[in-house]
């Protein structure tokens, strides 16, 4: 009978009741705040709080469905208790939770699923601090979206980065996953990769996550969950910057960092969510708390137990709790005693579900759940070219003697170092699914002989860096034979990445020894040296006739040094972190302030800022990286001596390719202001140029500086200008520079 009274309803009728039954947060038409808001009428507080709950997923299917732990996950996500999950990756791993969440909860919220893709996915490109040494936000740009589409094709939504701290540490090993010790360039490279993961927010991306706020990378002594001690004024002008320009750049996520600021946990520090991310700055995604960050606040002492913690954190302006499970667990009774509001909670909930609307994920919960994109996008030989490209951009040049690099195929090469041959010591932290066969990294073996190289290969040192006389001497042996020796220096990249902290960044013992044994044979030496972080090379340094300093280079890594040593790509990166003289001298780097005794004040070299038994410059300063041809510098012009606010100065300078190859010169501005109401650095960037130069050919660079560009965050944040004397300085590095005045008036 209502079959028959249905069949008899007129058909616009027909339509209303359908629509009545649709939720208005499945409709497609209605714009996100609208689907937003009518989901969060309808969902319970538990539900709400659920979507706070970030899980360690892992794998869900085969022997690990029978898991007890993965079951309860799993129930979990039936209940509605789960918002995101981390670490569940692939096609038919991703699509087996999302079934649970779409299809058994109740409102049928789908998963987020999130993953550190932090340089590649299973085409693994340079580390960040690496690839920041190209000085090429259009390059790291095409990293993160060469990531993002790997990864969306995997079932990825969101991945953990950019990491934008700022650090001037290099026993710090997460060093490996910023863009250095400079704040504007770090903004610069920040932004170019929260851009290249996220695009338009299409099939092929992945929303970014910028982290960890804040200030995490100024860590003392560079010890990894350490505390951090940074007033508001150094905050501002030195860690803040990358941040705010990445939040500027639309990051749709942002990560509390572990460490404390100002006596607060950041995970709940009102101040930099509240204030700073989400007041001053507009920031409109949501948060993530960094792996138990909201747990630890207990070991910081700060919150006695999870209720005390989810009330903190929520409170402060933080949302999502990765892996500690405290706001789905007490969120819902602080609700009930009104320790939280209904409005923050759903300040926060909004913010999650309207990520969710953005990419599409209510209307296609398995959008990045199509095993032909998983097949045909990731690992292709396009993405392998990128990432060749990328490597080779990214190796410095260090020292070259004599021209002695490029070399010719034709030497006979002894290569000595274990790390040459060893695929195990380039990938290890921060690899995401690419540990495995067929995605292991090219070692620069390898990469030699691709090139057509002939050479004999000897291990030199020992895995665990101990003295080993025997395989120096065996080294010795093979390069006695040989035209050059190439030696593979460093430190596994197993040191490299979160908790790899190290207290003596340098080259070890075992590799000066080697080093010796190799010097006595009187062949030519270079050094290629493998490491996450900048190492101290004053006691490698006079042994090698040249240095190429490698980092991590990714899956091309032994193809792309192999181009750089036989000259097919003539060396362009300028290191974005300085390379200590000693470990003595750290932190060291390039952006300081001056001090009352910056030289000798009694014309005998005493009682001023100074170590007696180092010199106090960096034994390679911020910006410094040679090429296989020379550049020259000349007629630094301005094109007035004074600006007022609003105005801009024109400053240009002759560059000129004075060798006989061509190369891509790295043209670098700092300014100085000379005296202010708050000290300012001897230097600071502000901006850069890559120009392409062939042999002989000179070009002018041109920079505008606008007043903007000279001003300087107060304690409060705020931008402040003041009149005065500045100075501009041009060169190719931070310390080889020309220098003009002007005033700002
Ligand atoms: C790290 C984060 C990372 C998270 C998830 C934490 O330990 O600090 O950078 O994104 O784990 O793997």
New binding site residues.
Partial sequence: MKKLILLLLPLHLFSITVMAQTPAYKNKQLPVDKRVADLLTRMTVEEKAGQLNQLNGGAFTGPAANDPGQKAKMEMVRKGQVGSM??VTGVTETRTIQDLAVKESRLGIPIIFAF?VIHGYKTIFPIPIADACAWDPALSQQATAVAAKEASAEGLHWT??P?VDVSRDPRWG?VM?GAGEDPYLGGVIGAARVKGFQGNFGKDNILA?V??FAVYGAVEAGREYNQVSVDRVNTWNFYMPPYKAAVAAGAATV?NS?NVFEGVPASANSYLVNEVLKKQWGFKGFLVS??NSFGEMVQHGYAKDNKDIAMKAINAGSMMD?ETRAMVSEIPGLVKEGKVSMKTLDAAVAAILTMKFKIGLFDDPYINCDPQREKNNVFTAEHRNISRDAARKSILLLKNNEGILPLNRAANIALIGRWAESADDIFDFWVANAKSDPYRPVTLLEGLKNAGAKIKYARGYQDDLKPDNALADEAAGIANNADIVIVNLGISGKLAG?DRSIAMPEIPESQLDLLRALKKTGKKIIAVVSAGRPLVLTKAEPYCDAIVYAWILGTEQGNALADVIFGDYNPSAKTVMSFPYAVGQIPVYYNHMNTSRPSSTDGQGNWYSRYRDIPNDPLYPFGFGLSYTTYSYSNLKLNRNSLKKGEKLEVTVAVKNTGSRAGEEIVQLYIRDLIANQIRPVKELKGFEKITLAPGQEKTVRFMLDSDMLSYYNSNGVLTIEPGEFRVFIGGNSRDVLEAKFNFE
């Fill in positions: 981390l670490n550190d953990f980065a990491m997460r996953e996550c982290k960890h990560m572990f960094d792996w990765m979160e």
